[in-house]
């Protein structure tokens, strides 16, 4: 009869243990998952907030026109004929660079 007993409640601590020990690594593992997600990042803040945005320009639109002024004044640059051999050349040594 005592035998019977032992057997029982050894049956009933391994059941724990092992229920334990399935629970622990499981438990674990979503802590450590839940590390690598958060890395790197902290938010604070309120869930219940409306989730808006509101741009607000801080300067006019026109600041950063260019004045009226010609193109090539503004590169610095003077709009003059090309020659038509060297055109030629510089695009046959630029098929030549790019065929490599």
């Known amino acids: 009869m005592k035998h019977s007993w032992v057997k029982k409640n ?20 979503l802590a450590a998952d839940d ?30 026109a260019l004045p009226n002024r010609p193109v090539s004044s503004v590169l ?3 709009i003059k004929p090309v020659d038509r051999d060297e055109f030629q050349r510089e695009t046959y ?4 660079s790019v065929s490599d």
Request: glycine share 8%; proline share 4%; aromatic share 10%.
């Open 10 to 29: 050894v049956y009933k601590w391994l059941w724990r243990g092992v229920a334990l020990i399935c629970l622990s690594t499981s438990v674990l593992a």
């Open 35 to 64: 590390e690598t997600n958060r890395a790197g990042i902290s938010i604070i803040g309120n869930r219940e907030l409306p989730k808006a945005v509101t741009i607000v320009p801080w300067k006019n639109t026109q600041s950063g």
């Open 76 to 78: 610095n640059d003077e």
């Open 93 to 96: 040594y630029y098929q030549l």
